[in-house]
């Protein structure tokens, strides 16, 4: 099956710095990637849709200046937390989607972001 | 407002059938029941999804009711590694402007 890689897989920062977080298709090309976050004991929510070459479409409440989203290839598309706080602390989970599969979304492992 | 109704959680021993339930009283005809899930700090794994018919490929089986608004997710032979959430979602069809919206899921234990 289709993989999806994220790296880093836990990152730890310090307040106010920035953290780029990577989402890879590694076995396919993946014109549409998703951002999800979850909170401990909470479910997955949908952050915001990237489209290779165009902006990303954000979610209501999802500041798009906080998070940046970047899909310059049909492989790679970047997360950006900006000026990171400790309640930016989360799992972030990215998705791809396969158009030879289009009912099913590939997720990538997470990344866990500890702000301190 | 939640889509999808499911118990929050369920039990299941070892080499038994789970059957999970999930309500989609309001599921518009074009779109579809999917079901993924997500073992502990994972991220999901999409498991198998249905329109109409019932649906069986080599993880489960999907029952979905004749008037669509209740299927049922079966795992004919649950391990302890199908512990995890498992969400029943339904969406829009398929391609790339369809989202997934999350619920809380069902949290499904298996025990030995």
């Known amino acids: 099956g289709a993989v999806v890689s994220q790296h880093p897989s836990w990152v730890i920062c310090k307040s106010g710095t920035s953290v780029k977080i990577e989402c890879r298709s590694l076995?396919?090309?993946?014109?549409?990637m998703f951002w999800y976050r979850q909170f401990p004991k909470q479910s997955l929510m949908l952050m915001a849709t990237?489209?290779?070459?165009?902006?990303?479409?954000?979610e209501q409440g999802v500041e798009k200046d906080k998070f940046l989203i970047n899909h310059a290839s049909l492989t790679l598309s970047t997360l950006t937390v900006t000026s990171a706080h400790p309640e930016d602390s989360s799992f972030y989970i990215c998705?791809?989607?396969?158009?030879?599969?289009?009912?099913?979304?590939?997720f990538g492992p997470g990344t866990r972001l500890t702000v301190t | 407002d939640a889509k999808t109704t499911q118990p929050t959680s369920m039990d299941c021993a070892e080499g038994r059938a789970a059957n999970l339930p999930c309500n989609h009283s309001?599921?518009?005809?074009?779109?579809?029941v999917y079901w993924y899930r997500q073992i502990h700090s994972q991220g999901p794994q999409y498991i198998i999804h249905g329109l109409k018919n019932n649906e069986t490929n080599e993880m489960a089986s999907l029952i979905i009711t004749e008037d669509r608004k209740s299927s049922t997710l079966i795992l004919p032979h649950a391990t302890l590694r199908d512990t995890a959430v498992y969400y029943c979602?339904?969406?829009?069809?398929?391609?790339?402007?369809?989202?997934?919206?999350f619920g809380k899921g069902t949290l499904l234990t298996v025990n030995p």
């Open positions: 309001t599921i518009s005809g074009n779109e579809y």
């Open positions: 998705s791809a989607f396969f158009s030879g599969s289009p009912y099913e979304q590939y």
């Open positions: 076995d396919f090309q993946a014109t549409t």
């Open positions: 979602i339904v969406s829009d069809s398929g391609g790339s402007n369809y989202k997934l919206t």
């Open positions: 990237s489209n290779e070459g165009s902006k990303a479409t954000y």
